[in-house]
């Protein structure tokens, strides 16, 4: 009798544990669709808001902004916003760039605003999305090259898309991570608080999740592919993407680059805590690389 209670507990708890890297994944990955207004302030410039196919054909939203004069590189920035966010969360580095005579386009990636998809995959998925958007700047008269500036996921959604990048002007990655394993260790860790070694069934079903590439979902593995000047941010109190694995990606990048750890913040939207300075850090970036006039 005490062994088969005791063989029913063990089987009890294995299905919990398993139960619970289930549940831990499907969480992490849950949609975010919402309705998406870009603020007043944003209609001084001229809006056209658009909805993208891409090749696996979802249907992605997005917003084609152009400044009063475009700049003579005729340039765009294509604009990723992080994990589950929308391009409300763009519009502030949109009106940096529209200042400096860049158009933009802030989409919403999939199963995120009013995009469609699954869900969010953590920028795997979502180099679809992004081509869609590179595609259709391509298609534009007036625009000469594309610069892209992407968040977290948006980031990794870069490093990912980058076989199938070419003559890209420059490239701002934000709290990139380095690993998938990583990504989902420390926002498991942080968020229910699971010691390592009850982290197996979240690489369980998340393999199953993303069709067994979890363990190739390494934006690392792509960042010597870039052929561009480059500005890696990340938070040097972050959590979600540790300081070593930003220095680690920025170590493997060999174009031009620059650094700027923000000291004192975790995985914050920096433009909107410290404004000031990151326009300062973003201005210098692009003038040492010739991007725009002047700049301190």
Not at 9 to 35: K, Q
Not at 49 to 75: E, M, Q, Y
Not at 236 to 241: D, G, T
Request: glycine fraction near 6%.
């Amino acid at each position: 009798m005490r062994i088969h209670l005791v063989a029913g507990l063990i089987i009890l708890l294995i299905f919990i544990w398993f139960g619970a890297g289930y549940w831990s994944v499907e969480f992490v990955t849950r949609p975010n669709m919402t309705a998406v207004s870009l603020p007043e302030e944003m209609n001084v410039y001229h809006i056209e808001n658009l909805v993208l196919t891409t090749a696996d054909s979802f249907k992605i939203a997005g917003s084609f902004i152009r400044p009063d004069r475009l700049d003579s590189s005729g340039n765009v920035v294509i604009l990723l916003a992080p994990l589950r966010g929308n391009r409300t969360n763009l519009v502030q580095r949109a009106q940096f760039y529209l200042k400096h005579g860049y158009a933009t386009l802030l989409i919403d990636l999939r199963s995120t605003g009013e995009s469609e998809g699954a869900f969010p995959s953590f920028g795997w998925h979502e180099v679809n999305d992004l081509m869609a958007a590179v595609n259709f700047a391509r298609q534009q008269p007036d625009i000469k090259s594309i610069s892209l500036h992407g968040i977290s996921a948006g980031a990794a959604t870069i490093c990912y898309a980058l076989p199938q990048l070419d003559t890209i002007r420059f490239i701002v990655l934000e709290s990139c991570y380095d690993r998938m394993v990583n990504a989902y260790h420390n926002r498991i860790e942080m968020r229910f608080k699971l010691p390592e070694i009850l982290f197996y069934p979240v690489e369980f079903f998340a393999q199953r999740k993303f069709d067994y590439n979890f363990y190739r979902m390494n934006p690392i593995e792509y960042v010597d592919q870039i052929k561009c000047p480059t500005f890696v941010i990340a938070g040097a109190a972050e959590k979600r993407v540790q300081p070593e694995e930003t220095l680690a990606i920025y170590q493997q990048i060999k174009s031009s680059k620059r650094l700027w750890l923000v000291d004192g913040l975790e995985h914050v939207d920096f433009f909107y805590v410290k404004p000031s300075e990151y326009e300062r850090k973003l201005v210098k970036f692009l003038s040492e690389n010739k991007l725009i006039q002047g700049g301190s």
